[in-house]
Structure formats: C-alpha cells, structure tokens
C-alpha cells in the first residue's frame, strides 16, 4: 500500500472513530467549518461543483454560483458527518431523520410481490435513507459499491453499509448484475446510485441540455426482472431531518429492441433525476465531471 493510500485510509479511519463520539451539535459545527475552509481554497472539486451548478442553474451569476457551491460543500460535509455518526445512532434516531413522501410506490410495489428498484442521484445523504428503510420499515435490500482504492478503504465501506443492514456486492466483478437480478425475482429491494456512469456500456441522456451518461443497469434489471422501477429524489433543509420523494414508477416501452428500451427509461430517470436537482442543487454532490462536453475525450474520465 502505498503512503498517501495509508494516509487516506488513516483519515477515514478517524472519522469513523472520532467523529462519531461527537456531540451532535459539536459535529454539525465541525462539519460547517470544514466545508468553509474547504470552499475558500476553491480547490478543483469546488471549481468543478460550482462548473457543474452553472449547468443546473443557467443564467446564475458568479456570485450566485459561489453561494451555491458553498452551499454545497456545507452540504456535502453534513453528508460525511452525518455517515460518520450514523453506525452510533439510536434505532429512534434512524427513524427520525428522514421523512419520505409518497413511500407507498415502494410499500405498494413489495407488496404485490414484485421486486423493487429504487435508483438515486447523490443528493443528499442516500446511506441514511438506507439506514431508514432497513430500521424504520424493516426491509433489508441489496447495493453495490464501487470498489474503493486503497482495498482497505473499501472494506470499510462495506463494513459500515453491511453495519446498516445493506447488503453489498462490489461493483467489479461481474458476478452483481446476476445477483441483483435473484434478488429482485424473490420480490427483493435493490438500491443503486445511478447518476454517473463513464464507463462504455453507459448511457446517453439529455441532461440540463447537454449529454451525460448514466448506467444502464436499473433499467435492464427492470426489464429481465419485471421488477418495479422507482427513482427516488432526496434534500436537506434547515432541520435535522432530510426529506425525500419516491417518484411513479418508470414504465418498461411496450415496443422497441432492448436498447431502445434501456434508452428510454434511462432517460426518464434522468428527467426524475433533474426535477430533484433542480429543486435543491446545492445537496447534489458531483464534485466530478458528468457531461461529455466536459470530458477529456482521450480518457474518458474526470
């Protein structure tokens, strides 16, 4: 392992340990002037949170967008906080800190027996809507993480998510498409972020007038599995607790090949996707390029 993987895992490590012992107020403060610090160095993630505002927000001027973005770091670190602290929450906690609106696309969709994809942008803090739905309506599901560097870094990660009842498989692999398709034919629940996707098998959606890619997996599972696709926004406001909404479930086309159908739905969870971020663009999280205009066409990749 090399010394600044050493040094990373170390850093997340005393978050987990530390920052967890906090009291609550005391962490939020932290958080707060951590974010502050972080957005007067305007280091590259802050330029490219506030480049990625100008697309979501058009027309703001320079001084709205460096409202936004620090806004947005704030957001960001009430995420990291807020993930650090989550293992040392009460079950009371848990289930007080989120409030989800028109939940019963998901209770509705388990009940009748149909497995249920839930697929999110990162906004806000999807681990505690993890965490409720495993505490507050008991109902274990299954994600996938993005296989972290260094390793150990990822096996915390894990560990923390598998310590809120999520199953979770590694991105890598090619053995999760297939477990997440048994999940979903048992009538299971899977979460996935889904919001980026540079890889080649993504795909191309208008996003904030201009093209992104966004992986195909949720709408694929929906189509082997028959399983209910449901995109699922998320925000903070000014209280403890954060806010959601399950949007109508994305339907599968009645024709077309399975491209073409993998095309479509993506593209109305993007749309799904863009409503929320439109709504509280300072809790979406994307601290990396997402547009193709903005990728290096020699990589591929931020």
Known sequence: MSTQDRLTD???????????????????????????????????????????????????????????????????????????????????????????????????????????????????????????VTTKLGIPFTTVAERLKPETLYDRFVAYREGLGMEVLPHSGGTAFGTLARRLRDGGLVCLVADRDLSASGVEVGFFGDTARMPAGPALLAQQTGALLLPVTLWYDDSPVMRGCVHPPVEVPESGTRAEKTSVMTQALADAFASGIADHPEDWHMLQRLWLADLDPAKGSS
């Open 10 to 132: 170390a850093l997340y490590g005393l978050g987990w340990s530390t920052v967890k012992k906090l009291p609550e107020p005391v962490a939020v403060r932290l958080g707060r002037t951590i974010a502050d610090l972080a957005w007067k160095q305007r280091g590259k993630g802050v330029q490219r949170l506030e480049s990625n505002y100008a697309r979501v927000v058009p027309g703001a001027s320079p001084e709205r967008l460096a409202e936004l973005s620090r806004a947005g770091m704030r957001s960001y670190l009430r995420y990291w906080m807020e993930s650090f602290r989550l293992p040392a929450w009460s079950k009371e906690r848990i289930e007080g800190g989120f409030v989800a609106k028109d939940l019963h696309y998901l209770t509705e969709g388990l009940a009748a027996g149909k497995g249920v994809i839930l697929a999110l942008p990162h906004l806000a803090n999807w681990d505690l809507a993890g965490a409720w």
